[in-house]
Structure formats: C-alpha cells, structure tokens
Nanobody, 121 residues
C-alpha cells in the first residue's frame, strides 16, 4: 500500500517562500507520475506541478517561473519549492501519485492528507 505524507505548509507574507515535502512510502512502481495538487475553498482542485519517472515536469501557467517540483530517492521524496508566493496561492496542497503510466494524467489514484499554505498580502 502506498502512502503519501506532506509537510512544510504554513503562513507567509506575499513574496515569501515555502518548500513542501512529500514522503512516499510503499513499493514505487515505474513508470510513475507524481505531482502536487491544490484546492482553495469553493474552488476546483487543480494540478500545480507534476513530474514523472522520466524526469519530465509540467506546471500550471499560474505558477510557472515561481514553483519548482523535484524528487529524489527514486521517487520516495517529492518537493515543491514555492517562491514569490501570492495570496491567490492560498490553498490546501496535496501530494499525489499514480503508477504504471507517465504524466500527464487526468487523475491520481493516491493522494496525501494535505498541508495548508496561507499567503497574506
């Protein structure tokens, strides 16, 4: 059974930075697609950034140039470096994973409990 546990959320002022970490436990099958999703109150959940086992990355237009997704330990740890944060980045951020396929994908079969990011103006 795969489990994902996020950490690193918090409250920052606009222009600040945060680094989210996701520890993925269990047997990681290749190929895989992993990513960070976010959901603000009353909004649809959206994919912020994804990375697959080939190292290919993809970003939502709203975060390009500000967020960077990375991984190490063969996919066991996933990161999201968030710079120049804006109030509209405020949301619950979820780590997500799916296996036997590369990105892009429509949805993920595995998701963590989430970590809250709050950006004040």
């Amino acid at each position: 059974q795969v489990q994902l546990v996020e950490s690193g959320g918090g409250s920052v002022q606009a222009g600040g930075s945060l680094r989210l970490t996701c520890v993925v436990s269990g047997y990681i099958v290749r190929p895989y697609c992993m990513g960070w999703l976010r959901q603000a109150p009353g909004m649809e959940r959206e994919a912020v950034a994804t990375i697959d086992s080939d190292g290919k990355t993809n970003y939502a237009d709203s975060v390009k140039g500000r967020f960077t997704i990375s991984q190490d330990n063969g996919g066991n740890t996933l990161y999201l470096q968030m710079n120049n944060l804006k109030p509209e980045d405020t949301a619950m951020y979820y780590c997500a994973a799916d296996f036997w396929r590369l990105c892009p994908i429509g949805d993920f079969n595995y998701r963590g409990q989430g970590t809250q990011v709050t950006v004040s103006s």
